[in-house]
């Protein structure tokens, strides 16, 4: 009797710490047909000079198996534990997979994070979205995925990816180059996220340890390249939802034993906003990202400085419109870059400096059920004045790059790129 007794009690506790702990797997597998395009054309006098080298025209193209044309494919586990008290415990680990090939290694690149919630909202600590990438993913008809992806997101990200491998070297000689992309997601980040009951304002705030060695007979050290800090502030009532957003990340910053600085900063500002009709859905996004670059070196009597802030500003309208069971999804995007030569007059004779682009994408969702569904995208990009940088050299997708050769007297430069998805999704 004592026995039972025994095994009876151990299967309560058991009982009562699995109603207070949960762990759920989900995951999304989205395979599509993509076919991706880039054109190149010639610029300046160096094809009149040299017509046989350069041809009127250069394209490129892809046709593949892609994955993540409507959302990117991924497997993850999450869990909560209750602690008591109001107060809870939870993970969440998620995986990108590239179901085209399976190929993809399991690993928690999109998300790693150990949580405590309660009354006053949740600390989050490890690897997480920035604020900046979840406003431009949930204010754009495409969700930010795909060839018909926000222009904003693609240029955004193309910044943080060049500027992240233009680190490293004997300016800071800290850190390695690559590793500072902090646009989509940041690493060894904490963060803190708003409680779900006020009145329908939401939030997060993030800050990012950089984590790099310190040495003490290096001036400038520990190098603070890496380090990442942003917010983002909501508000959502019925069919409205408004938000902005802020993120400002480093990605060069030295100090030489000669006293001779550099740092790069990358500050991105947006402003998001919704509403519903129930007949048709508004999207629209501003967005102004400023890459400041400075440096200073010594000299007999102070120091030679000098200070550029290139500025990036872009605009999204968007639709979907509910059509049985399916939605027809639009958007337009426009970003303009502006260059800073800094103190140094601009030649009014001399090539424009700045550049632009423009992009169009419509497609359509067809629900099969709740969690699968049929979908079709097409997408067109226009570039002015690429050449001049190629932050602006953004494409639909795929392995199909620009011909971007040439300098000042010209070559080929960035055009037009255009891209199709034809796919399914399922959602589990």
């Known amino acids: 009797m004592k026995k039972c007794s025994i095994a009876l009690a151990v299967l309560a506790v058991s009982a009562t710490a699995a109603a207070q702990s949960s762990?759920?797997?989900?995951?999304?597998?989205?395979?599509?047909?993509?076919?991706?395009?880039?054109?190149?054309?010639?610029?300046?006098?160096?094809?009149?000079?040299?017509?046989?080298?350069?041809?009127?025209?250069?394209?490129?193209?892809?046709?593949?198996?892609?994955?993540?044309?409507?959302?990117?494919?991924?497997?993850?586990?999450?869990?909560?534990?209750?602690?008591?008290?109001?107060?809870?415990?939870?993970?969440?680990?998620?995986?990108?997979?590239?179901?085209?090939?399976?190929?993809?290694?399991?690993?928690?690149?999109?998300?790693?994070?150990?949580?405590?919630?309660?009354?006053?909202?949740?600390?989050?600590?490890?690897?997480?979205?920035?604020?900046t990438f979840w406003l431009q993913t949930l204010f754009d008809p495409f969700s930010n995925s795909g060839v018909g992806s926000s222009a904003i997101g693609s240029v955004s990200a193309n910044l943080n990816r060049i500027a992240a491998l233009a680190?490293?070297?004997?300016?800071?000689?800290?850190?390695?180059?690559?590793?500072?992309?902090?646009?989509?997601?940041?690493?060894?980040?904490?963060?803190?996220?708003?409680?779900?009951?006020?009145?329908?304002?939401?939030?997060?705030?993030?800050?990012?340890?950089?984590?790099?060695?310190?040495?003490?007979?290096?001036?400038?050290?520990?190098?603070?390249?890496?380090?990442?800090?942003?917010?983002?502030?909501?508000?959502?009532?019925?069919?409205?939802?408004?938000?902005?957003?802020?993120?400002?990340?480093?990605?060069?910053?030295?100090?030489?034993?000669t006293g001779a600085a550099t740092e790069r900063k990358i500050a991105n500002a947006n402003f998001g906003a919704s509403y519903?009709?129930?007949?048709?859905?508004?999207?629209?996004?501003?967005?102004?990202?400023?890459?400041?670059?400075?440096?200073?070196?010594?000299?007999?009597?102070?120091?030679?400085?000098?200070?550029?802030?290139?500025?990036?500003?872009?605009?999204?309208?968007?639709?979907?419109?509910?059509?049985?069971?399916?939605v027809i999804r639009a958007s337009y995007a426009h970003v303009k870059f502006k260059d800073d030569a800094g103190a140094v007059p601009r030649n009014p004779f001399a090539p424009d400096p700045d550049a632009s682009l423009s992009k169009f994408a419509v497609g359509y969702v067809h629900n099969l059920s709740k969690r699968t569904a049929l979908y079709a995208t097409v997408a067109r990009i226009r570039i002015r004045n690429g050449q001049n940088n190629p932050v602006m050299a953004i494409a639909t997708g795929g392995a199909a790059t620009y011909l971007s050769s040439g300098n000042a007297l010209g070559g080929y430069a960035p055009r037009s790129a255009t891209g199709y998805d034809f796919g399914i999704q399922h959602v589990f």
Do not use: C
């Open 23 to 131: 762990v759920t797997i989900f995951g999304i597998v989205d395979t599509a047909v993509s076919h991706y395009s880039v054109k190149s054309v010639p610029y300046g006098v160096a094809p009149l000079a040299n017509p046989q080298q350069f041809a009127a025209a250069r394209q490129r193209s892809q046709t593949a198996l892609s994955s993540g044309g409507m959302l990117p494919s991924r497997l993850g586990f999450r869990g909560t534990e209750d602690l008591g008290g109001g107060l809870a415990a939870g993970f969440w680990l998620e995986g990108p997979m590239s179901n085209d090939d399976g190929a993809t290694p399991l690993n928690f690149t999109r998300r790693s994070t150990l949580s405590l919630s309660g009354s006053f909202g949740e600390l989050r600590v490890g690897r997480d979205y920035t604020p």
């Open 276 to 326: 519903d009709f129930g007949a048709a859905k508004l999207f629209t996004q501003l967005s102004r990202v400023q890459d400041r670059s400075s440096a200073s070196v010594p000299i007999a009597f102070g120091a030679l400085s000098s200070d550029t802030r290139d500025t990036y500003t872009g605009a999204l309208v968007g639709v979907t419109v509910p059509v049985g069971p399916g």
């Open 167 to 257: 680190g490293g070297g004997p300016l800071n000689p800290n850190t390695t180059g690559g590793a500072a992309d902090n646009y989509a997601r940041a690493s060894n980040m904490i963060g803190y996220v708003l409680p779900p009951n006020l009145g329908g304002f939401y939030g997060q705030a993030q800050f990012s340890l950089h984590e790099n060695t310190k040495e003490s007979e290096l001036p400038g050290s520990p190098s603070r390249r890496g380090h990442n800090q942003g917010f983002r502030l909501g508000y959502a009532n019925g069919p409205l939802d408004v938000a902005m957003s802020y993120t400002q990340s480093i990605a060069i910053d030295a100090v030489l034993p």
